[in-house]
């Protein structure tokens, strides 16, 4: 049911759980928890549609690498981002948890296998379509992969009927969390603020800070600082080791024969190295994106190889002549971003946004190991096209330069904001722990992918609800647990 | 009004990325036009690949 901001933490008012936002893991998590029968409010600081007011404290600035600006990469009102995702899914891989040799700052505290019991689950929420399994590329060191592309679920629709009828979950929009209180390690009430200056406290057993990869970073810097730094003892982390997938135009390929590739039949395929790839070539994660390309682009294509291979050149024509043409591909890339300390969000205390709060800083840029990433993989599909003859592979313009110089307009990125509250066995490392939980606050809870300690390359909000579902599980446990002592 | 609508149907379809500032972490990665480099984690070690106009070609293909 949907309360007015006046009537946001009522006196009297006993609440379960706080969750503040409402997109891909805040939603979900308080949905279940109010099924469960828990009392729930659920906290939005945007508006019940798009709003210029809400969505402006979305600026900041960025430094470094190009990056789009931090406004157009998320949305702010009710759904959160949600409302303009693509849809695409993918589980991280297994091996996406483990330390790589070439970095071990990937390496989660937690296994593959405690995500698995909630694919199903998180699969339903967004409509995930079947997703086929891996299969090797015999010699190439790739293997094939799927993804679910389908339609992109947005919270709010999914979860309108709870929003409008659940007796046990109160929402509340245009409620900006502006600080989180605490005492002797536990959250005692968070503080919210409306556009005309209303202030409201909300006191609940527990709280679910889920507003996004980015802002879950600054709202814990923000609140950590007003605390005195009693909110996270050890902040050496927060803000920090922050990723998004690198996307990028990596090349064409011209194939005398699809099939391998499975592109005789469809119109996209995707690959990524194998785990033992990555090991040997001491690289991360990677998913080249094959798209088939037009007719024009093709004949082109055909004509820049001919002109360059006599032998290439006959070997067409015979193609040809016997009424087969090479297929043209369009080669793109989304890869796993090394886990950096240096890739950060801070506050930028020289602008304050329209509530007053610092906006956000964020400093962003590739590793060697980001471009290195790239590189071994785009090649590791170009020799494995040139040995087996099934076709040939020319790099895009800046793959050939040296150094190389990721391009700086494009796509750039996923705007998969992920890392700045890392999930860690201990506090020095991270800053909530194996429950997603804040190391220092025995009832604070982060959901979102900020708490991912690596990244992999799939997109990452499949495995954001796995998360949300997993936390709901374990807030139901302790409320229940409480309840019975 | 007008203005929300138009902005936010380009925030759906967001293509319009940021330009900025490119400086990047560096790495000589050397793909040296016209010469071959052998790739010594292939099946078959003697493998060369050639790299023209960007194009990875066997060596025979010349
Ligand atoms: C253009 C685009 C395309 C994408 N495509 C894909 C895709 O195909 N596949 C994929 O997996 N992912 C995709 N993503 C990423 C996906 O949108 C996010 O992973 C997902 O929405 C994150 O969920 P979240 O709940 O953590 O954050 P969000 O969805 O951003 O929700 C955060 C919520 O917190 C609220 N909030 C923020 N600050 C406050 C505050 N101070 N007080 C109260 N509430 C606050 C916001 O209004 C919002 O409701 C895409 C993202 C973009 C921008």
């Keep these: 049911m949907e309360i007015p901001f006046a009537s946001l933490g009522k006196p009297g008012d006993s609440v379960d759980v706080c969750v503040i936002g409402t997109g891909a893991a805040g939603l979900p998590i308080a949905a279940r928890l109010a099924e469960r029968g828990h009392r729930v409010v659920l906290c939005e600081g945007g508006d019940i549609e798009f709003s210029e007011r809400s969505q402006s404290l979305y600026r900041g600035t960025v430094v470094g690498g190009a990056y789009v600006p931090l406004d157009t990469a998320r949305l702010r009102y009710l759904g959160g981002s949600t409302n303009h995702w693509g849809g695409v899914c993918r589980p991280l891989d297994p091996y996406d948890f483990a330390a790589k040799p070439a970095t071990a700052e990937t390496r989660w505290p937690i296994e593959h296998s405690e995500l698995v019991p909630y694919y199903g689950e998180a699969a339903q929420i967004l409509d995930v379509l079947p997703i086929g399994p891996d299969s090797e590329l015999p010699g190439s060191g790739l293997r094939r992969i799927h993804f679910s592309i389908g339609e992109s679920v947005h919270t709010r629709t999914r979860y309108a009927s709870t929003i409008r009828d659940s007796p046990r979950l109160a929402f509340c929009s245009a409620a900006n969390l502006m600080g989180l209180e605490t005492r002797d390690g536990r959250i005692t009430s968070a503080r919210f603020t409306n556009y005309e200056g209303g202030v409201r406290d909300v006191h609940a057993r527990f709280y679910v800070l889920a507003c996004g990869g980015i ?43 699809p099939a391998p590739l499975g592109l005789d039949r469809a119109y996209d395929a995707f690959f ?16 080249l994106r094959l ?3 037009g007719p024009e682009q093709n004949l082109a294509l055909t004509e820049d190889l001919t002109s360059l291979s006599p032998s290439l050149k ?24 090394e886990p950096r300390r240096e890739n950060r969000i801070e ?3 020289t602008r304050l946004d329209s509530l007053g709060m610092p906006r956000c800083r964020l400093s962003w840029g590739y590793s060697s190991l980001d471009v290195r990433t790239l590189r071994e993989s785009v090649l590791m599909l170009g020799d494995y096209l040139r040995q087996t003859d099934i076709g040939r592979l020319k790099l895009a313009d800046w793959l050939t330069q040296e150094p190389i110089l990721p391009p700086d307009t494009g796509e750039l990125v996923g705007r998969h904001h992920m890392g700045g509250t890392r999930m860690a066995a201990s506090a020095s490392q991270g800053i909530v722990d194996l429950d997603c939980r804040v190391f220092d606050q025995d009832n604070l809870y982060i959901g979102g992918s900020s708490v991912f300690p690596g990244c992999g390359h799939a997109n990452p909000t499949l495995t954001i609800v796995q998360l949300a579902m997993r936390m709901a599980d374990h807030l139901d446990a302790r409320l229940l647990r ?3 002592v | 009004m007008r203005h929300t609508l138009t902005r936010r149907a380009l925030l759906r379809l967001i293509g319009l990325a940021g330009l900025g500032t490119l400086l990047t972490g560096t790495l000589a990665m050397r793909l040296p036009e016209g010469h071959s480099t052998r790739d010594t984690s292939k099946r078959d070690s003697n493998d060369e690949r050639l790299v023209v106009s960007g194009w990875l070609l066997n060596t025979q293909d010349r």
């Excluded at chain 1, 810097?221 to 990028?248: E, V």
């Excluded at chain 1, 990524?272 to 998913?287: E, K």
């Excluded at chain 1, 006959?314 to 796993?336: C, D, F, H, N, Y």
């Design chain 1, 314 to 337: 006959q070997r067409i024509q015979t193609m040809q002549a016997s009424g087969v043409a090479p297929k043209g591909i369009i080669l793109r890339a989304a890869w796993e971003q």
């Design chain 1, 215 to 257: 802002e879950n970073s600054r709202l814990l810097l923000w609140s950590n600082r007003q605390s005195g730094g009693r909110l996270i003892r050890n902040a050496d982390t927060l803000g920090r080791y922050w990723m998004d997938h690198p996307h990028a135009s990596i090349g064409q390929a011209l194939l005398f024969d």
């Design chain 1, 291 to 293: 798209h088939t390309m």
């Design chain 1, 482 to 484: 409480q309840t019975i």
């Design chain 1, 347 to 349: 506050l930028d205390d």
């Design chain 1, 272 to 287: 990524a190295p194998t785990p033992h790839a990555m090991i040997a070539r001491n690289i991360l994660n990677c998913g």
